[in-house]
């Protein structure tokens, strides 16, 4: 008779199984008393011990017994062999997940099973060929390559440990080892970059849509979302290929100590989510210099993103002028710009000067000649006069629906969107390379656009589970922001980045694991993460930016920094 209370289910109809796997799901864990666990091997444990332990008897958990608490790891079915071993039946690779980022990888792609789907149409080349079973699968290598991205200080190997995870002391039916980092190199030649840039491609576009459906806005300008685009350098080590493809910027003859991929990157300046990424050689070894190279991304970016430059959006440049063609062509699709004008380039005012100070001009360039909007002031912060002028153009020539003070302080959010954007997700590749900074791994044209591919996945995926945490999040009791609402920006990248792949190494999400139990332990994780915040908007200004951590010994020269709030001046014309 049963020790415990159970129903009787129609077995023959499999509810038997659908009521357990529902337990499993509710419950998470396993309680089986020591005394009760047996081996099924008819002969004891031999030479082949690939078995699991049963439960021989279930017997009543009484106070004081011994118990071994089983966290599930993957459902199968059995397979038991002639000397009674029990087995599973399948491969690792079908069972291994990205823990918590896939789960919003598959939301952002409206669909489940996105990685497994690309996976099924990708033809393998080079040294991969057939259709045998082997240790690694397509969707195990696009997996394996995303993470990648996510530990620069992990090699192959041990991104392949923290992937497979308890799976590989799983008895499989077929004996499983984890596969060397050759095996690992071999897949991603045979994958090539295609797979990775449609995933991508998948990722970016769930992100505008839930951006679409969603107000981030932590600042407004008017009615308008604040985006931003900007360039950035990527270093990737030094072989001919690279060398031959990227070159490298800053030096005319070539003779940087590693070549670099330019990115141009378009991001929303509240959440600093990533819209679009689009990439090219750095610029001087074509004869391009650092705007001209960012320029042709830009165009680059309004043919392949023409879909995000819409009417309610304010895309904030810094002075890499695009040039009025491409100001145009921007303006063409139905967004608007705010630019910051570097020396050298002429307007010429047309009409006087607007109630707030901006005055209307006109710029011109390539035969074409557009009339905008300028606005020009100056930052003091704690009683110092920043040493320069700003002076920033715009389509937005309605100054009552637009003040110039209004378009002052949404600049300031370029840093924000871009530098800040950038600098985090660079923290994610920082140590991968020979260079100690941030660096990509691959040693080839075509890996480089599938490691670059796989870095945006991952650091979007690291985003969105940190804007899934903020929408579940407390609001403060106490401080500056008690009672409001946790905005995505409030919660660390870092603890973010850190919870996927501890997800990922826990074994948080497989695919075998009841519903219940995945979402139980998904709302765990982005309930600890919720409490992962960081403060913002502190005011804290440094004479002298900075894109990279200082590296300076313990007591040695810091940057002078002051925490205050800045005052924007608007340059006005004098009144008698």
């Not at 011994?66 to 009674?84: E, F």
């Not at 991001?267 to 600093?272: G, I, L, N, V, W």
């Not at 001209?292 to 309004?302: F, I, M, P, R, Y």
């Amino acid at each position: 008779m049963p020790f415990y209370p159970v129903t009787s289910p129609d077995v023959t109809s499999g509810c038997a199984e659908d009521a357990a796997l529902g337990l499993l799901g509710q419950a998470g864990v396993i309680a089986v008393r020591v005394a009760d666990l047996a081996s099924p091997a008819r002969q004891g444990l031999g030479k082949d011990d690939r078995t699991a332990l049963v439960a021989a008897g279930a017997g009543r958990i009484r106070p004081g017994n011994l118990v071994v608490w089983l966290k599930p790891v993957a459902v199968t079915r059995a397979v038991v062999r002639r000397d009674g071993r029990v087995q599973a039946a399948g491969h690792p690779a079908d069972h291994a997940r990205l823990g918590v980022a896939e789960e919003r990888l598959d939301e952002l792609a409206g669909r489940p099973g996105v990685i497994d789907e690309i996976a099924r149409t990708v033809t393998l080349d080079g040294r991969v060929k057939g259709a045998a079973r082997r240790a690694m699968s397509p969707a195990l290598a696009i997996r394996f390559t995303v993470l990648m991205t996510l530990v620069p200080d992990a090699g192959y190997a041990e991104v392949l440990d923290i992937l497979l995870g308890d799976l590989v002391v799983v008895p499989w039916q077929r004996p499983y080892r984890v596969p060397t980092a050759a095996v690992a190199c071999t897949w991603r030649e045979a994958l090539g970059p295609a797979p990775l840039e449609r995933l991508q491609d998948l990722v970016l576009a769930g992100i505008d849509g839930e951006h679409r459906s969603r107000d981030y806005r932590a600042v407004t300008v008017g009615d308008l979302e604040a985006g931003s685009i900007d360039g950035s350098l990527i270093r990737v080590p030094d072989s001919p290929a690279n060398r031959a493809a990227f070159g490298s910027a800053g030096t005319a003859d070539d003779s940087s100590p590693f070549p670099q991929l330019r990115e141009l990157r378009i991001s929303a300046a509240s959440t600093r989510a990533t819209f679009g990424a689009v990439t090219g050689p750095a610029g001087a070894g074509g004869g391009r210099d650092k705007g001209e190279a960012e320029q042709v991304l830009l165009d680059k970016a309004l043919k392949d993103y023409g879909y995000l430059f819409t009417p309610w959006r304010l895309w904030v440049m810094d002075r890499n002028f695009p040039g009025v063609a491409r100001i145009k062509a921007m303006l063409q699709a139905g967004t608007h710009v705010l630019i910051r004008v570097r020396d050298g380039i002429t307007l010429r005012r047309a009409g006087d000067f607007l109630p707030d100070g901006s005055y209307l001009a006109q710029v011109s360039g390539g035969g074409i000649t557009l009339t905008v909007r300028v606005i020009e002031y100056t930052v003091t912060v704690a009683g110092r006069d920043a040493p320069e002028l700003f002076c920033l153009i715009t389509d937005l020539h309605d100054h009552a629906a637009y003040p110039a003070r209004l378009l002052a302080r949404a600049y300031h959010w370029r840093w924000i969107g871009s530098e800040t954007c950038l600098k985090e997700a660079k923290s994610a590749i920082s140590g991968a390379g020979p260079s100690t900074g941030p660096m990509l791994r691959s040693c080839s044209p075509a890996l480089v656009a599938q490691e670059h591919a796989a870095w945006v996945i991952a650091v979007e995926l690291a985003r969105a589970t940190a804007r899934a945490a903020a929408a579940v999040a407390v609001p403060a009791r106490k401080g500056r922001r008690a009672g409001q609402p946790v905005h995505p920006r409030e919660i660390s990248f870092t603890a973010a980045r850190r919870v996927v792949i501890a997800s990922i190494r826990a074994g948080a999400a497989t695919a075998s694991l009841p519903a219940q139990m995945i979402i139980a332990r998904r709302e765990h994780i982005l309930a600890g993460l919720a409490r992962r915040r960081i403060q913002v908007d502190r005011c804290r200004h440094r004479d002298r930016k900075t894109k990279a951590r200082p590296a300076f010994p313990p007591g040695g020269p810091r940057l002078a920094t002051r925490t205050a709030p800045a005052e924007i001046s608007i340059c006005k014309p004098l009144t008698a």
